[in-house]
């Protein structure tokens, strides 16, 4: 059974950091491209990036370009998303999820996804 497990969120003031991991079992995060996907309520989901898993090439959202960090540890099947500089708009339940095709994962989807952590920036 594949899972996807977010875990790092919480609340945090403008201008603070968090780091969300997501740690994959039942499938070999190596061959995939994981990607991290957020949600606000009342608002569309919205893709904050994505990587792939076998070489580390990253893309940004607009939004969080130059902020955030996208990085992976093959080893630990672990996916990382470091949040710097937050804002109250980057408030929202973030999403891991993963896909073996980039393709895939940009037109249609991923296939696995995480279950959500939510990250609430406030002062």
């Known amino acids: 059974q594949v899972q996807l497990v977010e875990s790092g969120g919480g609340s945090v003031q403008p201008g603070g950091s968090l780091r969300l991991s997501c740690v994959a079992s039942g499938l070999d995060l190596g061959y995939y491209v994981m990607a991290w996907f957020r949600q606000a309520p009342g608002l569309e989901r919205e893709r904050v990036g994505y990587?792939?898993?076998?070489?580390?090439?990253?893309s940004y959202g607009d939004s969080v370009k130059g902020r955030f960090t996208l990085s992976r540890d093959k080893a630990k099947n672990t996916a990382f998303l470091q949040m710097n500089s937050l804002r109250p708009e980057d408030t929202a339940v973030y999403y891991c999820?993963?896909?073996?095709?980039?393709?895939?994962?940009?037109?249609?989807?991923?296939?696995?996804w995480g279950q959500g952590t939510q990250v609430t920036v406030s002062s």
């Open positions: 990587i792939y898993m076998t070489d580390g090439i990253v």
């Open positions: 999820a993963a896909d073996p095709s980039p393709v895939k994962l940009l037109t249609q989807g991923p296939k696995y």
